[in-house]
């Protein structure tokens, strides 16, 4: 019953700005705490950033801490990645992340239900 579904990515220049969304198909969006994950070729999934279940507390890795923004729209039960100043290094597929419980968000293991992801891709 639980669907997530990542949108927004696409190809971009160093310096640029591109903005993914994540729909939920829910019964109750304001129960599920939110997060991103990426992952590079060759590399492990990582956490990106995340977003309590009231939206008000927001947490990101020190990677993108400054340039990614993360936000919750309960009326569209959707869930934002704002990603400004974008590096080569932010290459990477995007993965949306969703819980009801737990009271951690940084591990992959923290979340019960993904997204297919997205490809973000950054040239220069």
């Known amino acids: 019953q639980v669907q997530l579904v990542e949108s927004g990515g696409g190809l971009v220049q160093a310096g640029g700005s591109l903005r993914l969304s994540c729909a939920a198909s829910?019964?109750?969006?304001?129960?599920?705490?939110m997060g991103w994950f990426r992952q590079a070729p060759g590399k492990e999934r990582e956490f990106v950033a995340a977003?309590?279940?009231?939206?008000?507390?927001?947490y990101y890795a020190d990677s993108v801490k400054g340039r990614f923004t993360i936000s919750r729209d309960m009326a569209k039960n959707t869930v934002y990645l704002q990603m400004n100043s974008l590096k080569p290094e932010d290459t990477a597929v995007y993965y949306c992340?969703?819980?009801?419980?737990?009271?951690?968000?940084?591990?992959?293991?923290?979340?019960?239900?993904w997204g297919q992801g997205t490809q973000v891709t950054v040239s220069s």
């Open positions: 992340a969703a819980d009801e419980s737990g009271s951690y968000y940084l591990s992959y293991d923290d979340y019960e239900y």
């Open positions: 829910v019964r109750t969006f304001s129960t599920y705490r």
């Open positions: 977003v309590t279940s009231d939206g008000r507390t927001t």
